[in-house]
Structures are given as structure tokens and as C-alpha cells.
């Protein structure tokens, strides 16, 4: 019998699981309810390595599609890793192709360098999560070296009655054990943690950003002193209500005090309206949603604070962006012109920023690489398809290469809406940047075509005397990410 099969029986089990969990409410004694809990964790255990063993499976079955249209897989070593493997299985897990790719790297780890972990969970003793902590820590470490360390570690589990250390003291254990069985590993692992240093941003809510950073101590170190030093004189004279809060003010103060910035607004209309209303912004408590601050989604900032910029010269107003009136796509370049046809392979600067303006990323299911490192690929190739905006999405380089594999086609909207088929049949779609907030558009119910498109002969290839080199990826020069919306009002990145 298929897998596919045999896992219909095993929802049922765990439903009724649950359903005689419900049912022992008020029935159950404490020492009954915590013997379930270890009973259940122990069945997550078995099912984390249940998906380990198959998700490495997954990665190693190759779709190879015949003439004939039907589709043909081959099955490599456990251990090979097929590339649009986490495209196929993202949706699978409902995360993204960036979490289905890690967790398809961990799974194979584990079935191939540290099996007697991926034992462990079979057995129920390990979970999945501390069984990863030690598999990333033996990542650098020779196959030999990490087999010996993970021996070593099974086997204390085995003479203290289980794995009792929670993922904190296991991942130093795992760390010193290995510096033990392989020294010279603690040299090569502090030279390279050097090389790690780097701040990054995320998007903690449409009011704060969340900034994460690794620096050598001995410059964090005095860094640090600078910012607590002048947070501490900003917080006495009753700046903010906490310490933290100063820290906060005080590192924004030393950063910006450096240099200067203008912020460009762009009133954002709908097709085809050609005078655009601009709001009102007050000097009061309110606020005012952007987008393009920096990034590709909106965010929340006081009109008191946009309304300062605009006096004080540091934010001004300029050319108004078209927009699709459903999605909200842009149909013009940041400085208001539209774009047409070019008869060339590489797109002009100005229609690399309208691009810029709509996609504001790459334009895969799921992905989340940031325009900046795409590529811009012709959706139907060059020059059977033109260089224009109706032909042209953007790509990072991986999912640019995957789009050229067999049985993957992609089609795209006159309203920005991409359309992409997967070798299994699957169909997803991912929408432009809205820059009216006011799509109507339902991307479960696309108004493109139900079948993917017949593929199109064409070469996507410039004459060999006008080859770029490697597309148009890191070479072309970074335009405005999606602009900033105040209702109609959006500007451009700093």
C-alpha cells in the first residue's frame, strides 16, 4: 500500500488522540494527564523523525517530464538534493520555500551524518528540536568526528535514564565533546565566527523594525558604552519611561546624526485618473500608513513627524505613480513616465524601476529575496517575447534557474498577478505591490488562465556580441523599492 495511504489512518489515530484527551477533563488525575503528555511526546518524537526520513526522500526523487506529457521520476541516493525541491514541498507544510528549504537541509543532516540522532527520535527517547540543536553544532565537523561526538552523547543519554539536558546545556555539551574528540576545530570555528559579523532588519510590526546585529566585542563592546552612556543622561531628563527605551533613542541619535537623508512622496492614482488627491498632514496625534519606507510592505508613522520632514525640507513632494485600479500595480516609473517596448534584450534603467515599483521583490510562491538581488527575466523568453512590462517579473537567481527547468511554466497578468504551475500540478499565484490598498482582486479565486501556458521556443539569450554577463542581477544598480503610501501619498527609499 502508498504512503499516501497509510497516513490517512495515523490523522484518524491522533484524532481520536485528542478526542479521549477532551474527554478525560475533570476525570483524569495529575499523575494520569502528565503520563500522557510524556506518551504524546514521545509519539511527536517518532513523527519528527517519521518527516526527517521522508523529507530527505522527497529531495532525492527526480520529475523528469515525457514526450508523451506524463511525468517520470528517478530516485537518487538518499542524500541528493534535487533543486526545486522546496518549491514542491512548501505548500505540502504551508511555510516558505526559504523554511522548506531548511528544513530539508536538517532533515537530510540527519538521515546522513548524525543517523544514530534520527534513531534516537524513532525510538522516542529524542525530539526533534534538541536532535537539530546537535546536528547544527557537528555541521562544521568531519563525518567521523560528528559520529564519534553524537556515540558519545547517546551514550550518557543511555547511563542518566534520557536526554534530560534542555537544548541550552545539550548544545554546550555537544560543543565541548566535540573541542575534546577534535581541538583544532576551536580555531578554525573562532576565525569563523569573526566572519559572521553583520546586522540585519526585520519587520517586528508596522510601527518598529527589529534590528539584529554580531560584532566583534572588542568594537561592541565600546559601542555599547557610548549608547548606554548617552541613554542614561536622555532617560534622567525624563526622555522616555524606561532605560531600554532610551538605549533605543540614543543609538538612533549617534546613527543619524551622521548623515542626511530626503524622503521622496509620491502621490500614488488609480488608472486612468490623472490629478491625484493628496491628504491632508496634520500636525495632531494621528498617524500615517507608507509603504516603501525601506521595504516592501507598509508601515505606521506620526503625521506629526511627516509633517516636520516636509517643512524642514527633509522629505519632499514629487512626481504622482499611476497604479492598476485593481491591484494596485504601478504602471509608471517613479518619476511618473510610462514605459513601453524596447527593442533590446536588457531593459532601460527607467523600466527597471517600474519594475522595481511593482514587484518590490522576486516573484516566486513563497520567496521573499528583496529586489536589489534579483535578476530581471523575460516571462515569455527574449525575443520571441519583448522586453516590456507586460514580459518582465523579478527573479532571484535560484528561482530564475528554476524557472527553466522542465515542467515549471509561469504566466503573467496585464494587472502584475503572476500565475505559476509546478511539475506536480500545483497552481499559485502571487500578487504585485498594492500601492492603493485597495485590491480586489482574491488570488484563490485568479482571473488567469486555469492551464498553464503552451511553452514558448525562444532563446531568453542576447546576441553573443551584447551578452550581459549573468543577466542583470547584482551588476544593475538598485532602483526605489515599492514607494510609501499616506492613503494616496508614497515615497520613495531614503
Known sequence: MMWGMDLHPLTAAAAGAYAAARAGRGRLGLGEVLDAVSALQAARNVLDACEAELLAQAGAIELLPEEDGTTREVHHVVGHQEMDAPELVAPRLGVSVHVAASRLSRAVSLVTRTPQLLEEMAAGRLDGFRARVVAEELDDAPAAVAATVVAELVARAEQVGGWRESAGPLRRRAASTL????????????????????????????????????????????????????????????????????????????????????????????????????????????????????????CTIPARWLAAALTDGSAVLAAPITCHPDTGAALTTPTGEPTGVEERYRPSTRLRAQIGLRDAGCRFPGCTIAYRFCDLDHVRPWPTGPTAPDNLIALCRRHHRLKQRPGWRVHLDPDGTTHWWAPDGQHHTTAPIDHLATTRTPLNAPAGPEQPPAEEKGTDQQPPEQQPPEQQGPEQPSPPEAPARSRTVEFDDP
Open 179 to 298: 573541542t575534546r574528540v577534535d581541538a583544532s576545530l576551536a580555531r578554525v570555528r573562532a576565525e569563523r565566527e569573526r566572519a559572521r559579523r553583520g546586522l540585519t532588519r526585520r519587520v517586528e510590526s508596522s510601527s518598529l523594525d527589529a534590528w539584529e546585529g554580531c560584532y566583534p566585542v572588542e568594537d561592541a563592546r565600546r559601542a555599547w558604552d557610548a549608547i548606554d552612556t548617552l541613554a542614561r543622561r536622555i532617560h534622567a531628563d525624563g526622555g522616555t519611561d524606561t532605560l531600554t527605551q532610551a538605549r533605543a533613542d540614543a543609538h538612533m541619535q549617534l546613527l543619524l546624526g551622521q548623515v542626511t537623508t530626503v524622503i521622496h512622496l509620491h502621490p500614488a492614482i488609480a488608472a486612468p485618473t490623472t490629478a491625484p488627491a493628496l491628504p491632508l498632514i496634520g500636525e495632531g496625534e494621528g498617524v500615517v500608513e507608507l509603504s516603501g519606507f525601506g521595504g516592501t510592505g507598509s
